[in-house]
């Protein structure tokens, strides 16, 4: 699994041969990867951060990774990158990496062999686990997982120890998307692909800051803009970025209102008669759920299930009556001349449309609801499985889709939409890993923000935190981190490539192998699954997470759950037996060697590009045109849902006067462990600031670059403020990244949750901002 130095140069001398007889790059040593003229070896690899899922070549020179540039062969970019994606071949090579296991000594930590790291932690498993159960321990993953690491992890977990404690940071991310998938069509992720991005011509962003967190796939908009002057861009947004700039039009909206104003675009459709009857009849139905479901505030805090109930058209009509553009006007600011325009081109029938969003829906109390509120206007409209004509949630991180959703790292659930309550799940589940059927608890178990505050209670107490960095990225921070340093039998493991705010806090800390560091795939927003093979090695003793994981499931005696010789290709050929024939069926391994990916459901060497439509999607019969056969128990259709508005979780009031939003900027990426090593991206964003309304700013008396200071009820934080910078925030919010790990602006952030999705929203809570 872990290549040797030898291995790779024996690789790298039969690459050349094979180049030299006119091959294509894949990977050193196999299929060949091209070697050019100064010795610099190419393989392909997905790019290591945003879910865009770029492709790129990656050069490399005596062991070490010495260029990368956008693959021309890749679908996805056609050889373009984001600045991120440029500087890739530097990520790697910070200073500090991590290099040799490390164990907790008091307040220093010292080093370690692999085989004291991993007795220790095994020990400590084993004593949790017989004194208090398996529910005591947990592992907390990542939508930076690869495929193989995140399998791994659930089989191990799930199929070995035997609790549901396995999540992923996806929670933070993608939970409410998936939620919103799986009530309106009962299967995960998106019908379209991006395909879709150059056959539209009508294009609604929700808050979804493209330009800096999706560039590639903004700069594919912006192209076909460019070669039809009928495309339209329009940036529904809470605060005016770079997406904004480069948008046809902005419309502002308070934050949360989006409920509403999703609402109101259905009423007006839905009372000027703008929708399409047909299309409604056949592949629609419609259904109201529970409405009081509070905001996850409470301590062991569950997720909850909807019971829903069927409706009629007259019935939803009904429900759309108080959502008048007037009403909603008041309520989100929008003029309801505008809301009545965007209804009017949603349902224009000359129009393509697509709707986008990202994290403004999903880090949402009500994220599951916004998320349904979206397809709605789709599905009232008929604007939906047909190229470029979709809803499309994009998606965060690298593998979320790949890793987190499909193979089902979540407390809840099994690979390919599966669940852990249901028992022909658990069954099938328990067949593939060849454990006993009641090896799988029937309820899940802590969803992310719960399992911080179990470990802050003291009810969790052994914590492996891998490819994620928590203690600076969850919500309620300044009680989680103390919270994790309470003592007692809490033991944290945290498995990262660089000292983070979380190793900070661990008790054992193993350095680990990253992106082409080690063999692995990742999962795109539209459904591609990619691979790469091993490049380099990685430093010092190093290793990767699959290993890691594998080695701990030995010592707990679990190793005959990964009976493999070839782990990759074997762990793959068994994980891919659970989409077969399920709608999400996946390649063989090694298809996807020399692909640049393959988007499922792939049946007879095919991939999709639009799901649930005929022509298209394999499991379409001729004839049925549109089948969302996925949703068995409603005949193949898809669900309308009558959702209200509410307001959010905690607004602002006299004491706390502004909203607070947080989020992203283009050169970092999330915590910044990574990015903030390269020089280039440091100085080009380098500390966090607050950006704010100019208006606001004169009232609090403070001038671009000034220190203001920003307090919650959770805690507070100075630093220097923006105003008119690349990021403008409306009158009343103010909005601060969270990629600086000196400025823990989490502190701040309230756990509120969507109660369905278990998604904490980071996009609003109160604050008040002084002069600092
Ligand atoms: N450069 C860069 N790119 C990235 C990442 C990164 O760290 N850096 N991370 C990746 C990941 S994992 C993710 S999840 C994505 C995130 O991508 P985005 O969601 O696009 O970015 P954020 O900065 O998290 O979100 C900020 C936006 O939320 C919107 N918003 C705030 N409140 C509301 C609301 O009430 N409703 C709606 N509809 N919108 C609201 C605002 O308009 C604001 O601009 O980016 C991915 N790409
Ligand atoms: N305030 C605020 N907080 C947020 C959000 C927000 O919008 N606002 N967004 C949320 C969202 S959408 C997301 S996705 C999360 C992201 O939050 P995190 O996942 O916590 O952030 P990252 O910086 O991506 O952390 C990845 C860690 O893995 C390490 N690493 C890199 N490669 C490897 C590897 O191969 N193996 C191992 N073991 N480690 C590796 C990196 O050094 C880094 O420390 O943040 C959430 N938190
Ligand atoms: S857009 Fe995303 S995947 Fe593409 S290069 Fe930039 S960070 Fe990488
Ligand atoms: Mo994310």
């Known amino acids: 699994m872990e290549w040797t130095r030898r291995e790779f140069l024996k690789a790298t001398a039969a690459a050349a041969a094979f180049a030299a007889a006119g091959g294509g790059v894949t990977r050193p040593g196999e299929a060949g990867a091209t070697v050019d003229r100064e010795g610099i070896t190419w393989g392909k690899a997905p790019c290591r951060f945003c879910g865009t899922g770029c492709g790129v070549l990656v050069g490399v020179k005596d062991g070490r990774i010495v260029a990368t540039k956008g693959d021309p062969a890749a679908p996805v970019n056609k050889g373009l990158n984001c600045v991120k994606g440029y500087f890739l071949s530097r990520i790697l090579y910070g200073k500090d990496r991590l290099t040799t296991p490390l164990i907790r000594k008091g307040d220093k930590f010292e080093e370690a062999s692999w085989d004291e790291a991993m007795e220790l932690i095994a020990r400590k498993f084993k004593e949790s686990i017989a004194k208090y159960g398996p529910d005591s321990v947990a592992i907390y993953g990542s939508g930076q997982w690869t495929v193989f690491e995140g399998y791994a992890a659930s089989k191990l977990f799930k199929g070995g120890i035997g609790t549901n404690n396995v999540e992923p940071n996806a929670r933070l991310c993608m939970a409410s998307a998936v939620t919103g998938f799986m009530s309106t069509f009962a299967s995960d992720e998106p019908m379209g692909c991006y395909d879709d991005l150059d056959l539209g011509d009508t294009y609604f962003l929700w808050g979804a800051n493209m ?7 903004f700069s594919r908009l912006i192209d076909n803009r460019l070669r039809n002057p009928n495309v339209r861009i329009i940036d529904i947004a809470t ?3 770079r997406t904004s700039q480069m948008a046809d039009q902005y419309v502002p909206f308070r934050p949360q209102t989006d409920l509403a104003l999703l609402n109101a675009i259905a ?51 009904k429900f759309l009556e108080p959502y008048t553009p007037e009403h909603v006007a008041k309520l989100s600011g929008v003029p309801a001349a505008t809301i009545v325009e965007l209804a009017r081109l949603y349902a224009d029938r000359g129009r393509k449309v697509c709707s986008l969003w990202t994290m403004g829906f999903n880090q949402h109390t009500r994220g599951t609801w916004v998320n349904n509120l979206a397809y709605n206007v789709h599905l009232l409209t008929g604007k939906i499985c047909r190229p470029g004509e979709n809803p499309m949630s994009l998606t965060g991180q690298p593998s ?30 328990a067949e593939i890993w060849g454990v006993p059927a009641d090896r799988i608890p029937a309820k899940p178990s802590l969803h992310t923000t719960e399992m911080f505050r179990a470990l802050d209670r003291g009810d969790l107490k052994v914590l492996w935190v891998q490819v994620t960095n928590p203690f600076q990225s969850a919500p309620n921070l300044n009680r989680f981190r103390k919270g994790a340093r309470k003592g007692g039998d809490r ?7 660089y000292p983070t705010r979380s190793t900070e806090l661990a008790d054992v800390i193993l350095p680990s192998a990253s992106w082409v560091e080690k063999t692995g795939m990742f999962g795109n927003a539209e459904r591609r699954t990619q691979h790469w093979f091993q490049l380099v090695n990685p430093p010092g003793e190093a290793r990767n997470d699959l290993w890691q994981t594998l080695e701990l499931a030995r010592r707990l005696g679990h190793g005959n759950l990964f009976p493999y010789k070839d782990v990759e290709k074997e762990m793959w050929e068994e994980y891919r037996r659970f989409g077969l024939g399920q709608g999400k069926d996946l390649a063989p391994y090694e298809a996807y060697h020399a692909a640049r990916g393959l988007r499922w459901p792939v049946v007879d060497g095919k991939e999709t590009r639009w799901r649930y439509a005929e022509g298209f999607d394999p499991y379409v019969k001729a004839g049925e045109q549109i089948k969302f056969y996925k949703n068995k128990k409603d005949e193949g259709r898809a669900v309308i849902w009558a959702r209200p508005y509410e307001p959010a979780a905690e607004a602002p009031d006299p004491s706390y006067p502004f909203w607070l939003c947080t989020g992203r900027v283009l050169e970092h990426w999330h915590t910044g462990t990574m990015t903030g090593r390269v020089p280039e991206l440091k ?8 950006e704010l309304h100019p208006d606001d700013a004169r009232r609090i008396g403070v ?15 100075t630093l220097p403020c923006s105003i008119g910078g690349r990021g ?7 909005f601060v990244a969270f990629f600086d790990e000196a400025k823990l602006v989490n502190d701040l952030c309230l756990d509120a949750f969507c109660p369905i999705s278990g998604e904490p929203d980071y996009k609003k809570c109160a604050v008040k901002v002084e002069k600092g």
């Open 211 to 217: 330009a800096e967190c999706h560039p590639v796939l």
């Open 239 to 241: 605060r005016w970025t």
């Open 267 to 317: 009423h007006v459709i839905v009372k000027e008669k703008l929708y399409d009857e047909e299309f409604i009849k056949k592949h629609v139905v419609f259904k109201r759920g529970k409405e009081k479901i509070g905001y996850g505030l409470e301590e062991h805090s569950r997720l909850f299930v909807d019971d829903p109930k069927p409706m009629t058209f007259d019935e939803y009509r």
């Open 400 to 429: 979320a889709c790949g890793t987190a959703r499909e193979v089902g790292t979540f407390t809840h659930r099994l690979p390919a939409d599966m669940l852990v309550t249901n028992e022909e799940h658990r069954k099938k589940t």
């Open 491 to 497: 033991f944290i493991i945290v498995s990262d490539i």
């Open 683 to 690: 100085r080009a964003a380098g500390d966090a600031v607050a």
């Open 703 to 717: 001038r671009n670059g000034d220190r203001v200071k920003l307090t919650s009820r959770r805690g507070s934080l």
């Open 728 to 734: 403008k925030s409306e009158r009343g919010s103010v």
